[in-house]
């Protein structure tokens, strides 16, 4: 992230070049300040950048600064025809990013992984912030920060949103209220994702805790069963495997939700563990589903550049091998643990048949 903020006074003839170039990112929303700021940057850079969400530079020039009400003024007078906002939704640690990857090809298809702006967005309707509690200006809103993410890099290159997974805590506005949506929702089982979340130790755990009382604020009927976990006698291990089992049933719900609200060939799930086993498969479905139009020999050449290559250290190799003997050994270790959670969500949990 910059850390110079440049404050613009550009007559408003010359915001074209910024509202309309994807070389200018949008990055933030200041609501108090009532300003968006714009990073200019490089679809290299962005292709190559795991997360877009500030935790990796994107631009060594100062961030530009323009009005907030300014801006949703000027996108009332523009007449062109919006695009299909495309979705990779995913419940984290699933590889999404992978996913992402793979379906970033130069000429056709382009990924934005998980924009700060919509994770500030996301945090603007759990705090019930006045832009939220406006309907017709947070619809306004949210608009103009998607038909930014629809700025082509070439005419032919089709944009791919990936958010992170605070924005499962606002799927409707995403696909219902931002225009013309298509969604891919990345899949896992109960398991998968406790596995997962282990995997990456306190960091990880400390992560989806966040999340899930971020979630709890859009879902308010897992209070109750959220409190009665944090307020039990339970070892720390058993605790947590169950408040992760809740954060993913919160978003099985919402994943299921928004599937039965969208046109069937609007949509597709696409399962983890299929991903792995079954790349070609996975990708062609996602392609056919977001009208990327990836031939089968594009689809090839990617997964062969990328699948075997850390996702988010791209210069790392990553071995499946490898990968299933670390599962087998977290497994392992708290195999007692993950048994008690698992029976207790069969038991507690009403949520999807994502399980």
């Not at 406006?134 to 306004?140: G, I, L």
């Not at 700025?151 to 931002?178: C, R, T, V």
């Not at 809740?246 to 928004?258: D, E, N, V």
């Amino acid at each position: 992230m910059p850390s110079t903020v440049k404050r613009h006074s550009f007559a408003k003839q010359e915001w074209q070049v910024i509202l309309k170039s994807p070389e200018y990112m949008l990055n933030s929303i200041d609501v108090l300040a009532g300003t968006f700021s714009f990073l200019h940057t490089s679809r290299n850079k962005l292709s190559e950048t795991s997360f877009i969400d500030g935790r990796e530079p994107l631009s060594s020039s100062p961030l530009i600064v323009l009005p907030i009400e300014d801006l949703l003024q000027w996108q009332l007078t523009q007449n062109s025809q919006k695009g299909i906002n495309r979705y990779l939704f995913h419940q984290s640690f699933c590889c999404s990013t992978l996913m992402a990857r793979i379906i970033d090809v130069e000429g056709k298809s382009f990924s934005y992984k998980e924009p700060q702006i919509l994770i500030e967005l996301a945090e603007l309707k759990a705090a019930q912030n006045s832009y939220y509690r406006n309907k017709m200006t947070w619809k306004s809103l949210l608009s103009f920060v998607l038909g930014q993410f629809n700025k082509q890099w070439s005419d032919a290159e089709q944009n791919i949103i990936k958010p992170s997974s605070w924005l499962n805590s606002m799927l409707p506005e995403l696909l219902f209220d931002g225009g013309e949506s298509k969604a891919i929702f990345i899949l896992t089982s109960r398991k998968d994702f406790l596995t997962a979340v282990f995997r990456g130790g306190g960091e990880r755990i400390q992560f989806v805790y966040s999340l899930l009382n971020h979630l709890r604020s859009a879902y308010p009927e897992y209070s109750q069963i959220i409190s009665r976990v944090e307020n039990s006698q339970l070892a720390t291990e058993d605790m947590f495997a169950r408040l992760i089992l809740i954060t993913h049933a919160i978003q099985s719900k919402a994943f299921s939700r928004s599937m039965v609200m969208m046109n069937s060939g609007d949509h597709s799930t696409c399962d983890y563990q299929e991903l792995l086993t079954n790349p070609t498969d996975c990708v062609s479905l996602v392609s056919n589903t977001l009208q990327l139009g990836l031939t089968n020999k594009e689809i090839n050449i990617s997964i062969s550049n990328k699948f075997n290559y850390h996702s988010k250290i791209t210069s790392r190799s990553a071995s499946q091998n490898k990968f299933t003997e670390v599962n087998r050994q977290v497994n392992k270790c708290y195999q007692q643990n993950f048994c008690r959670a698992l029976d207790w969500a069969e038991k507690n949990l009403q949520e999807s048949c994502f399980v």
